[in-house]
Structures are given as C-alpha cells and as structure tokens.
C-alpha cells in the first residue's frame, strides 16, 4: 500500500530558529514530490521535486529529495510568525498520477 | 480567473441525509479530486477522474458517490450521511498529462458536521 509519512507531528519554535520538516514514501511509480503550505483553508504549492540532491530554493525555504532513501526535506531558515502552518508533503504517482498525502507537520513560529 | 470552486463552504446535515457538493474548475484540468481531512489524518482521498466519464476510487470512498459528465465538474455525493463523516473536503485539479504543471489547485473547502 502506498504511504507518505510525515515528522513531527506537530512543532513550536521561536522567530529566527530554523526547522527541518521530514517526508518519507513508500510508492510504487514515483513521479514527484510535492510541498505545500496550509494556512487557514486551501494548501498552496511550495515545491515540486522529481530528481535527487537538487535543492529547490524560495527564499527562506528549501527542499531536497533523495529519491534512494526514499525522503523529502523542507528546510525553513530564520523562521518568522507567518511560517505557522500545516506543512504537507505528497508524492504523485506515474500512471494514475494520484497524489498520496502525508498527514503534515503543525508548525507554531513564536514571536 | 476562478481556479476551483468549492460549494457550499459550510453545510450541517442530519445523520441519513444526502447531499452533494459541487466543484467546478475552469482551467481545462483533466484530472480532479475529492479530499477529506480530518484531525492527525492529513488529506485522504476519497474518488479521483482522470477525465470527463472516468472515475476511481481513492482510499476512503465508501459513502461518496462521484460523476464526472463534463472536464469542468466533479461533484461528491454523500448518499446517507454519517456523523463520521463529519470533516472538512477539499476538491482539487491538476494537470494529467506529464506536460502540463505538476501540482494540484485547491479549492476553499467545504466544512460538513452531520449530526
């Protein structure tokens, strides 16, 4: 059964701590990995990843994939209170190109 | 430009009614989904179409019905509902050819609690 693993859970941090947020899959036809940020109602795009060891970059935000170990990082320097969110990872799948999600990390940036 | 459209954004519902929300998309996506979210479950999939006539199902579809006559819309029946499906839902669409933009548009939701 396809599965898309997410840690923590749940987060708090304080403005300016930098955080690590984890993604692993287990799928069969990986086509890509995708982040996204949810606020308050809809997610919204973040990155999408299809090879490994090249870093997608916006700003304070970044990600990686190893697509070997079969995970995802997203990496979020300089943290500020607009950060707070649940961040999601999903993995679409070639074929069918379902998207898998995992279940997000919470994160609370504290001022 | 609309992107998805979710309605309606809050419903209550009595336990055995049906209903059906709409969803509706105007950026020629050929592929459309039905999510649930609950607490500590993330996103779970409940039906999928890759195109007008086609439809699947994903990983919690019992109790939903879906149909997809047009590419533009993608309706999610519920045909007797239950309080556990009292959640938020989300539709979504993307691209489906291996060309076009990988990742989904979201609508706004849909809060349902049936009680």
């Known amino acids: 059964e396809d599965k898309v693993v997410q840690s923590p859970l749940s987060l708090v941090v304080h403005e300016g701590d930098t955080v690590t947020l984890n993604c692993s899959y287990e799928?069969?036809?990986?086509?890509?990995l995708l982040w996204y940020k949810q606020e308050k109602k809809a997610p919204t795009f973040l990155f999408m990843l299809?090879?490994?060891?090249i870093e997608k970059k916006s700003g304070r935000l970044s990600s990686i994939l190893d697509k070997k170990e079969l995970f995802s990082i997203l990496n979020i320097t300089a943290t500020q209170t607009g950060d707070s969110a649940i961040y999601l990872c999903a993995v679409r799948t070639s074929g069918t190109y379902k998207y898998i999600f995992g279940t997000g990390t919470r994160l609370k940036v504290l001022a | 430009n609309a992107g998805v459209t979710q309605t309606p954004k809050f419903q209550v519902l009595k336990t055995g009614q049906s209903m059906t929300l709409q969803c509706a998309q105007d950026?020629?996506?050929?592929?459309m989904s039905w999510y649930r979210q609950d607490p500590g479950m993330g996103l779970r999939l409940i039906h999928y179409?890759?195109?007008?006539?086609?439809?699947d199902q994903g990983e919690v579809p019992n109790g939903y019905n879906v149909s997809r006559s047009t590419t533009e819309d993608f309706p999610l029946r519920l045909l007797s509902a239950a309080p556990s499906q009292t959640s938020v839902y989300f539709c979504?669409?993307?691209?489906?050819?291996?060309?076009?933009?990988?990742?989904?548009?979201f609508g706004q939701g849909t809060r349902l609690t049936v009680v």
């Open positions: 299809t090879s490994s060891g």
């Open positions: 979504a669409s993307s691209y489906f050819a291996p060309t076009g933009a990988p990742e989904a548009f």
């Open positions: 950026m020629n996506h050929e592929y």
């Open positions: 799928v069969t036809n990986f086509r890509s």
């Open positions: 179409s890759v195109g007008a006539g086609i439809t």
